[in-house]
């Protein structure tokens, strides 16, 4: 039997199965940035994925219940360091 290529479409066992290739986007991974806010710490979306769970949640931040219900779905959290502006 020949082997799949990605991006192809194979035929196993007389099923169908579209291979694709590796895709940044297909990581279970999200990015958010922390920053203090009035002494709270605030949790903004920074990726597209984060974003839509903002969105879902209705929400312009991530908190610790939307944040937790996005880690029971598999995805890793990646907190992006905030810079430290000096006036």
Known sequence: MA???CGKIAQSV????????FNK?????????MRVV???ET???VCEK????AKIAGKKTLGPTVL??????GYEI???PSKLEIL
């Open 3 to 5: 082997q799949p290529l």
């Open 14 to 21: 007389g099923v169908w199965v579209f291979v694709s290739d």
């Open 25 to 33: 986007e297909d990581v279970m991974q999200i990015q958010v940035l």
């Open 38 to 40: 009035f002494g709270y």
């Open 43 to 45: 949790i903004y979306p």
């Open 50 to 53: 984060a974003k839509l769970f």
């Open 68 to 73: 937790s219900s996005i880690k029971a779905l």
């Open 78 to 80: 990646e907190v992006i």
